[in-house]
């Protein structure tokens, strides 16, 4: 009996970022032989364990199928080690929620128009926004001197302006994303790295 059975997986996890998510997990070592793993899935919707498109496989990761784009879907899931006739036991998850466990990224900064007294920003989400969403953008900029304060701006645009600067002084600015959903709960993406230009002379 004993020989039938191999170590679980360690370190299950899910991992999700700009809401595509995946389960992640530690190999499980074995002297001989390859060892394949199996993921299933159940929603709180429906209380039963159903295959994910990871059955049999030799990798360690188990991207989320399309069926389960769903943000708002309680999610559980577990995985198994398995080895000619040898199993592991399952190792199941903590129920995840897209819209509360993801982690956002900083959106990309297209395009910056330099002038005398503003910098024109163009930017784009990390994210294909879904109805009901609203997105603000945070922005912290500062002049690029010794001990200088930051100020900040916000905004809904894409689009935006960053006003009121002195000419022929260095900027620098970071952008992180605030995430309203549907049903109300914000989500604080990740800062951008410093982006920094020099206004121009009027």
Same mark, same amino acid.
């Given at each position: 009996?004993?020989?039938?059975?191999?170590? &679980?997986?360690?370190?299950?996890?899910?991992?999700?970022?700009?809401?595509?998510?995946?389960?992640?997990?530690?190999?499980?070592?074995?002297? #001989?032989?390859?060892?394949?793993?199996?993921?299933?899935?159940?929603?709180?919707?429906?209380?039963?364990?159903?295959?994910?498109?990871?059955? #049999?496989?030799?990798?360690?990761?188990?991207?989320?199928?399309?069926?389960?784009?769903? %943000?708002?879907?309680?999610?559980?899931? #577990?995985?198994? &080690? !398995?080895?000619?006739?040898?199993?592991?036991?399952?190792?199941?998850?903590?129920?995840?929620? &897209?819209? %509360?466990?993801?982690?956002?990224?900083?959106?990309?900064?297209?395009?910056?128009?330099?002038?005398?007294?503003?910098?024109?920003?163009?930017?784009?989400?990390?994210?294909?926004? !879904?109805?009901?969403?609203?997105?603000?953008?945070?922005?912290?900029?500062?002049?690029?001197?010794?001990?200088?304060?930051?100020?900040?701006?916000?905004?809904?645009?894409?689009?935006?302006?960053?006003?009121?600067?002195?000419?022929?002084?260095?900027?620098?600015?970071?952008?992180?994303?605030?995430?309203?959903?549907?049903?109300?709960?914000?989500?604080?993406?990740?800062?951008?790295?410093?982006?920094?230009?020099?206004?121009?002379?009027?």
């Amino acid at each position: 009996e004993t020989s039938l059975h191999l170590p &679980a997986p360690k370190d299950v996890m899910v991992y999700s970022y700009n809401f595509r998510s995946s389960l992640r997990w530690s190999p499980v070592k074995v002297d #001989r032989g390859l060892v394949l793993y199996t993921v299933h899935f159940k929603t709180g919707a429906f209380n039963e364990w159903d295959e994910m498109n990871c059955t #049999r496989i030799t990798q360690t990761e188990c991207c989320f199928p399309w069926s389960l784009k769903e %943000r708002r879907w309680t999610v559980v899931l #577990r995985v198994r &080690a !398995e080895l000619g006739q040898a199993t592991s036991d399952w190792v199941q998850t903590d129920p995840f929620v &897209a819209e %509360r466990n993801t982690t956002i990224g900083p959106p990309k900064v297209n395009n910056v128009i330099v002038s005398s007294d503003s910098l024109l920003l163009s930017v784009t989400p990390p994210f294909g926004s !879904e109805a009901g969403d609203i997105l603000r953008y945070h922005v912290s900029y500062w002049e690029n001197a010794t001990s200088t304060t930051e100020k900040e701006t916000e905004t809904s645009s894409t689009l935006f302006k960053i006003e009121n600067l002195k000419e022929l002084t260095l900027y620098c600015f970071r952008i992180q994303i605030a995430l309203t959903t549907y049903s109300d709960l914000q989500l604080l993406g990740l800062q951008s790295v410093p982006e920094c230009h020099r206004t121009t002379i009027s």
